[in-house]
């Protein structure tokens, strides 16, 4: 099996975040957010990206859980197709509304999460694991096991990425468990992928196979193609 593939160039169909669980029930239209999805998900994410742009450009009919989870959807398929600057301009602009009085904890972990996917694309590696830090604190207050394991993932990414890959097994490891015990075997094989990737780092090459044989099996298992194109 090859070696896992680089950070930089995984594509964010799984990008170390559960993003789509976390916008479900959160008060988004779900036509315009499912077709969105849809899209991203089977890689049209020019078409997803005027599909957001258009209901945001609704603006005040659209509701601040709605507009989050659009500005989520927008921002990865900008960085899909290398739109860094626009995806950070959505992430910015998400976090700002997660900073609102009164905001769900799910959506402040959402923009956390989303800021530190985009910034960890910029290389702005150090950056994305304090925001990522930022996400755990939120999500560790909520008690949310979903949440919780959701920005463990984003930040053992980043720690693989500030070349903490010791650290990154471990967190990869719990993420894992967790999304084991939740059921979510395309999460799970997320963190399998970041295993993977840190234990090549470390140079435990058996380790790193495993660890890849696990995430392609488990993303072919859940459907998961964008997690099943990163894994292989």
């Known amino acids: 099996m090859p070696r896992p593939k680089s950070p930089a160039a995984r594509r964010p169909g799984g990008n170390g975040a559960d993003s789509a669980a976390l916008a479900d029930g959160l008060g988004a239209g779900p036509d315009a957010i499912s077709a969105a999805r849809r899209l991203a998900s089977s890689r049209q994410h020019d078409a997803s990206i005027a599909c957001c742009s258009a209901q945001l450009d609704d603006g005040p009919s659209v509701d601040i859980g709605e507009r989050m989870a659009l500005l989520e959807l927008r921002a990865r398929s900008r960085v899909a197709l290398g739109q860094l600057a626009q995806a950070m301009r959505d992430a910015d602009a998400l976090q700002g509304l997660a900073r609102r009085r009164g905001c769900a904890p799910a959506l402040r972990v959402l923009a956390n999460i989303c800021a530190a996917t985009v910034q960890m694309r910029l290389g702005r590696n150090k950056l994305a694991l304090e925001t990522a830090r930022h996400a755990m604190g939120v999500a ?12 463990t993932l984003c930040e053992a990414e980043a720690q ?3 070349a903490h890959p010791d650290l990154a097994v471990d967190g990869a490891r719990r993420v894992a468990a967790l999304f084991g015990d939740l059921g979510d075997d395309a999460q799970r094989g997320h963190a399998f992928w970041v295993e993977a990737f840190a234990q090549t780092r470390l140079s435990n090459n058996p380790a790193s196979r495993a660890a890849a044989r696990i995430a392609v ?6 459907g998961d193609e964008p997690g099943l194109a990163n894994a292989r």
């Open 140 to 151: 560790r207050k909520s008690r949310d096991a979903r949440l919780i394991a959701s920005a």
């Open 160 to 162: 693989l990425r500030v």
């Open 217 to 222: 099996a488990l993303a072919r298992s859940s």
